[in-house]
């Protein structure tokens, strides 16, 4: 399609600007070529004219005629039947003519309908991470302005699986790490049900840290466990890591500082049938280890999900915390890093005081140059023999989470 085209079939320049949503403001009225054919004809002229036809996502190339028996077939706009085409034309009785095409706010997704909207040049939105009813969205400040109406379309072109429309605010829940967000359009119903990995999540999404973009890594971790493993996951928010993995037949020990998410994740542990095998805490990271943490037990896994800050809660190990085990530790991290690889095991390595053997993976990237990723490693023995004569280690001190 070209420019022409483009503008021809693009929403009028009328609503540029537009703050509240009114779709009757997008209607208008284009003029395109066209023949009036016997139904019997339009496949045949479909075939004659293959590639000058009206191609537009949103309307069809043929329609009825003016006339009872006959039907319209529409060209693109900069095309019309030419000398050649008559001896066709007259074998199947076609009639040149033009036709009044309507087109309206219905015919055109979100994106054109967000384009045509905002200042001209200025970045659309119209992807957003699905939770469940909920459409979340990460609006610029420079979209602020037009929020609503962005709300409003998004709603109105993903409507009935989207109800509510949300964007994240820039604030974060200094305690509990939680984004806050604004209702941008429909239901104020923050509640979610999410289905990941064979399970079944609910959770307030306004009180609780989930972000859908981490399905894949939440089921790479749990693909490592095995049936009889036991696993202490010290953020576990609402349970992404902790369910599937008690499905997968692990004893799971899940805890989080919120009590929403200590709420949702008993909550989820019971509507997934895995109740009896997850064993929930609602404490700090440190204080959970500590106080949690059966010396003589076995250990096979400990998640550290809280990737601003799970490096600072590595000192929890030294002092002989796990005894006689030594289990496999997933800390999450942020790296601005040229070498994000290296930089995420440093930044571990620097907290315990050793060096470590580990396997390093790329999570996903959260900002320009800024990537998440997780530092897989064998916590080494005499990180743990630290503390002469089996001291517990540095003094319990809080971490807002």
């Not at 997008?26 to 016997?38: E, G, H, N, Q």
């Not at 095991?345 to 997780?374: F, I, S, T, W």
């Given at each position: ?6 503008e ?23 003029t ?91 970045e ?17 400040d ?107 037949g692990?004893?799971i ?34 204080e ?13 896994h400990?998640?550290?999900n ?72 064998r ?23």
């Amino acid at each position: 399609m070209d420019a022409i085209e483009k503008e021809l079939f693009s929403p009028p320049e009328s609503v540029r600007h537009m703050k509240k949503l009114d779709k009757a403001a997008f209607t208008k009225t284009i003029t395109l070529p066209a023949l009036v054919v016997p139904p019997k004809s339009c496949q045949a002229v479909r075939k004659h004219f293959h590639g000058r036809l009206l191609t537009c996502k949103g309307l069809k190339t043929i329609v009825d005629g003016p006339k009872p028996g006959t039907k319209l077939v529409l060209f693109s706009p900069l095309e019309t039947p030419k000398d050649e085409d008559r001896d066709f034309l007259s074998s199947i009785g076609a009639e040149s003519t033009d036709h009044s095409l309507q087109l309206n706010y219905d015919i055109w997704p979100a994106d054109k309908i967000l384009r045509a909207v905002l200042p001209s040049g200025a970045e659309v939105t119209s992807a957003f991470e699905s939770v469940g009813h909920i459409a979340h969205v990460n609006l610029r400040d420079s979209q602020l302005e037009y929020k609503r109406v962005i709300g409003e379309v998004l709603l109105d072109k993903n409507c009935p699986r989207v109800r509510t429309v949300v964007n994240k605010t820039s604030n974060i829940e200094e305690t509990y790490r939680f984004f806050k967000m604004e209702l941008l359009a429909g239901d104020d119903d923050m509640v979610a049900t999410v289905k990941e990995n064979g399970c079944t999540f609910t959770f307030d999404f306004s009180k609780v840290y989930w972000n859908s973009r981490l399905h894949t890594e939440h089921k790479r971790i749990v693909d490592l466990l095995r049936p009889g493993d036991v696993v202490y996951d010290v953020f576990a928010g609402v349970g992404p890591f902790a369910i599937p993995a008690a499905k997968r037949g692990c004893v799971i020990y899940a805890n989080d500082l919120n009590p929403d998410s200590f709420q949702y994740l008993a909550t989820n542990a019971r509507n997934n049938g895995v109740l009896d095998r997850v064993k929930t805490f609602n404490l700090d990271g440190r204080e959970f280890l500590r106080k949690v943490v059966e010396k003589s037990s076995p250990v096979s896994h400990v998640i550290m999900n809280l990737p601003a800050m799970a490096v600072d809660f590595l000192d929890v190990f030294s002092g002989g915390l796990f005894g006689e085990n030594s289990p496999m530790i997933y800390c999450y991290c942020f790296s601005k890093a040229e070498d994000v690889v290296r930089d995420a095991q440093v930044q571990c390595e620097r907290v315990l005081g050793a060096n470590l053997d580990a396997c390093v993976h790329y999570v996903r990237d959260v900002a320009p140059n800024k990537a998440m990723m997780c530092v897989q490693f064998r916590l080494p023995r005499q990180v743990g023999a630290k503390q002469e004569n089996g001291g517990e280690g540095p003094p319990l001190k809080k971490t807002k989470h």
